[in-house]
């Protein structure tokens, strides 16, 4: 069961969001309607994720994700950024302070589901279709805070399976290009992401561009 708040100013949106999110293996243990009030619930709830909107009352939604993220109480949390464009500034730097990745307001309810239930599991959200133009576009101008990602204890197959997630490949592309199975991909990749303190994948990838392992504008 994957537990969720859900941050968003608007009722109408959290009250359709609570019904797209009505299935058996996800559960809405509050909604928040402002970024302090997303902040506090995460406290008090420990959910698995937060859905959260960037523009809200009292504090923003980049603010809050960096306090629940920042807070050893909820560093656990995931947050999931709510947006209307895909290429929006705000989602650039909520993946710099550690968002799992993002949801377009207009994304297909199954797609939002799954979407979701990948995060639950581990797996950051962000559709290997855009993963490296997005990812690029935002390390043009990388944080200062960038530090280097070291590879060194890697095996050489943990080595394949990082080219082929900063290369933006799902589980099953990794999987079908090593000749593997999807499960033993998804053990892979759970190993590569502790060893080199990556939260998800996403975050893999954003060490990758911002340590400079990989150059921006390519794919």
Do not use: C, W
Not at 139 to 162: I, K, Y
């Amino acid at each position: 069961m994957t537990s969720i708040v859900i941050a968003d100013d608007h009722q109408l949106v959290r009250s359709g969001l609570r019904v797209v999110l009505d299935e058996p293996d996800l559960t809405v243990v509050a909604e928040a309607a402002t970024g302090v009030e997303a902040v506090r619930l995460a406290r008090q709830h420990r959910p698995d994720l937060v859905l959260m909107d960037i523009r809200m009352p009292e504090l923003d939604g980049l603010e809050a994700t960096r306090q629940i993220l920042a807070d050893p109480v909820t560093a656990g949390v995931r947050v999931v950024v709510l947006t209307t464009y895909d290429l929006d500034e705000y989602v650039f730097r909520a993946l710099r302070l550690g968002a799992s990745g993002f949801a377009l307001k207009d994304l297909d309810p199954d797609q939002l589901v799954d979407g979701l239930r990948a995060v639950g599991r581990g797996d950051g959200m962000l559709a290997p279709a855009v993963t490296r133009r997005l990812i690029a576009a935002f390390a043009r101008s990388p944080s200062p805070e960038g530090g280097r990602l070291d590879l060194a204890r890697l095996t050489t197959r943990e080595r394949q399976v990082f080219d082929l997630v900063v290369a933006g490949r799902d589980n099953g592309d990794i999987a079908d290009a090593l000749g593997i199975t999807p499960a033993t991909a998804r053990t892979h990749i759970s190993r590569l992401l502790a060893k080199v303190g990556a939260r998800d994948r996403v975050n893999l990838v954003i060490m990758a561009y911002e340590s400079g392992l990989v150059l921006p504008g390519i794919g």
